[in-house]
């Protein structure tokens, strides 16, 4: 594997006593489409800002194409953003906002007549040119902010929640214009988001974020089978969560005791009295009325929802957890408080190693 | 009307009838208003035609004093010390007041709460108090009166409307566009000039006018702060009018008002220019 494009070695972060990144390491490599994801707060945006220039890392090293650029102005470095609000200048044209880039490096007329007309035609705006900001859609508006970026050829694109402010609709649309055109300029997007849908759809690789720590950096495939730590699970897509200690393993096979009652995960490097989170999908647990060999947990069926892809069932397991089981078809089987049992599939379960304060959150 | 709608015809007539007598008021009250507002000056622009020495009655008409105005009228002194501090209080006030407004939307520090409030004093203490103060720090620091004394006391009034002007208009302003210039290659200096200030201007021109008329047409806080050898038009004319106003005065308000509102035609003139050519921009780029 080559030299990746962006390198970040132990960068922290304060603001004031906040400690907003703390000691992050990521490597970037050259054509990827890497997703920060994560909850607001959870130091994103800040990684997006400290990568363009427009804010310092407190301490650690930043490179850019095996180059350090802690010491460099945002206009000396080779990465282009598009932000969040769009940013346009209100007082020029499309044109003007799109061949700006060009005109502050002195590049002849011709040459950025040429390009910007290129970059028209890659973001689908010939005609605009004329066109103001302010008369434009917020669809056109962020097509223009990203053609700006791009006729920079920068080595890296930053986008910086770009789709936040358009209805879901149009976000579809542009999520799947953003990937080809990445997959067509080949250039690395760095794409920073707090919905995980919009991550999966578009990213080559994710990196989950929480409280300036990432989490778990992996492929969408990797990141839903087999999330790494329990609030991976639970922000990426839904999960069945029950936590507990590891009190028997035989076979391969690890028995956990949660307050719920027992359950069964492949023991992998899980010792006796361990804390393990059994991470379970709606769609793959399963339930029985009778409880099944190995497994003890148990709950009332509490409400039976159709949201339209799936009928979802919820689970009172007590005053405060719900377990949801999705499914196609509805399941005149059962009614509204019988007790089901739960039960699943070996391959089907996620152990997560946990902290002993994590079981009862 | 009544003779269409047979039913709800009474009931539809009352109603248009208020309506029409609303309409008839309200044209009323707007003629009366205007009425009220512009015959001062109709009067003022009559009697500088009066063939008379005082304002009292009409003797007849002449150009007498217009040709006195512009013969051997030492007014025109005073019009040019008025504009000189206008002028000059205009860019002192502005270059403190944006640069404030700035700091004041951009940063956080200590004490800017106060700074923040304390903006309104000027704005609220009576002029007179602002006036004695003034001059008593004049007084204290040994500063002459004079041009000097004027520009600072005007500028010290407008101070507080550029910044209250500036900062609203970046309330309104997303500044992620300075950072998006810089991010494509532009450095401070040429991002201040490409796109901060362009989109200042609006409000750095709203910010000027509101100063200049300020200063232009401050009597009380001038009267303490002027000096013997320099003083403005409006403390001159209040001055006269102890020893009786001659038409002389009237003349010369007249030619402002005209050349105000020629002033004020040619601004509409060329904003409908402008905008006639900006919407007929058909540039074409490619």
């Given at each position: ?86 940013a346009?200048f ?272 | ?105 951009r ?66 302003m997303d500044m992620s566009v300075e950072e998006a210039s810089m991010d494509?290659?532009a450095?401070r200096?040429?991002t201040f000039?490409?796109i901060t200030?362009?989109m ?87």
């Open positions: 594997m080559s030299e990746p494009i962006v390198k970040i070695q132990h960068v922290d972060k304060y603001f004031g006593e906040n400690h907003v990144i703390k000691d992050l390491n990521l490597e970037i490599e050259e054509g990827e489409f890497l997703t920060l994801l994560g909850p607001s707060g959870c130091g994103k945006t800040t990684i997006l800002r400290m990568v363009a220039g427009f804010e310092d890392a407190t301490n650690g090293i930043i490179e850019v194409q095996g180059e350090r650029v802690e010491d460099k102005e945002a206009y000396e470095r080779d990465v282009n953003t598009v932000f969040q609000s769009y346009l209100p007082h020029m044209t499309v044109y003007d906002n799109i061949a700006y880039g060009l005109v502050v490096k002195k590049v002849p007329k011709d040459e950025i007549k040429e390009r910007v007309k290129e970059m028209l035609e890659l973001v689908q705006l010939m005609g605009f040119e004329g066109r103001r900001p302010d008369a434009m859609s917020g669809g056109q508006k962020q097509r223009v902010a990203i053609a700006r970026a791009l006729i920079n050829n920068p080595k890296v694109l930053l986008l910086d929640e770009p789709l936040g402010a358009l209805d879901l609709q149009l976000r579809k649309q542009m999520q799947i214009e953003l990937k080809r055109l990445q997959q067509k300029l080949n250039i690395t997007f760095v794409y920073v988001t707090h919905d995980q849908e919009e991550a999966m759809t578009m990213s080559d690789r994710i990196a989950v974020m929480k409280d300036g720590i990432i989490e778990h950096l992996a492929t969408p495939r990797e990141i839903y089978a087999k999330p790494r730590t329990k609030f991976v699970a639970s922000f990426i897509g839904e999960s069945n969560i029950f936590s507990g200690h590891v009190t028997e393993i035989e076979d391969g096979i690890a028995t956990v005791e949660t307050k719920f009652g027992k359950g069964r995960m492949p023991a992998e490097d899980f010792k006796v009295g361990d804390v393990a989170h059994l991470c379970i999908r709606p769609e793959v647990l399963q339930y029985s009325k009778e409880p099944v060999d190995g497994f003890s947990i148990s709950g009332q069926v509490k409400n039976m929802i159709f949201v339209g892809s799936v009928h979802r069932t919820l689970i009172g397991m007590d005053e405060e957890y719900d377990a949801r089981i999705n499914r196609v078809k509805y399941d005149t089987a059962y009614n509204e408080g019988d007790t089901l049992y739960l039960h699943w599939e070996m391959e089907d379960v996620t152990g997560i190693h946990g902290q002993e304060d994590e079981i009862d959150a | 009307m009544e003779a269409v709608n047979q039913t709800t015809g009474t009931r539809l007539s009352k109603r248009l009838r208020r309506q029409r007598a609303g309409r008839i008021w309200g044209n009323i009250f707007a003629i009366a208003v205007f009425t009220f507002i512009y015959i001062p000056i109709a009067m003022m622009v009559l009697f500088s035609f009066n063939d008379q020495r005082t304002n009292y009655y009409w003797n007849g008409f002449t150009f007498e004093w217009y040709k006195y105005l512009f013969t051997e009228s030492d007014l025109w002194g005073y019009l040019v010390v008025s504009l000189i501090v206008a002028v000059a209080s205009v860019i002192l006030s502005l270059a403190v007041g944006v640069l404030g407004a700035m700091g004041l939307m940063f956080e520090f200590k004490l800017k709460k106060l700074i923040s409030n304390s903006l309104y004093i000027p704005i609220v203490i009576p002029e007179v108090v602002l006036g004695i103060s003034l001059l008593m720090l004049f007084e204290v620091a040994h500063f002459p009166l004079g041009y000097w004394s004027m520009i600072l006391a005007h500028t010290t009034f407008c101070i507080p409307f550029v910044v209250i002007i500036m900062r609203g208009r970046m309330a309104g494509l290659g450095n200096i040429t000039f490409k200030l362009p200042l201007v609006p409000g750095i021109l709203s910010s000027a006018f509101m100063s200049f008329t300020l200063s232009i047409d401050d009597v009380i806080i001038t009267n303490f702060v002027t000096g013997p050898y320099a003083t403005t038009l409006p403390i001159k004319i209040l001055s006269m009018v102890k020893v009786g106003l001659k038409p002389e005065v009237n003349a010369m308000t007249t030619v402002m008002v005209v050349v105000l509102i020629l002033g004020i035609l040619a601004n509409s003139v060329v904003q409908a220019m402008l905008k006639k050519r900006a919407s007929a921009n058909k540039k074409t780029y490619f």
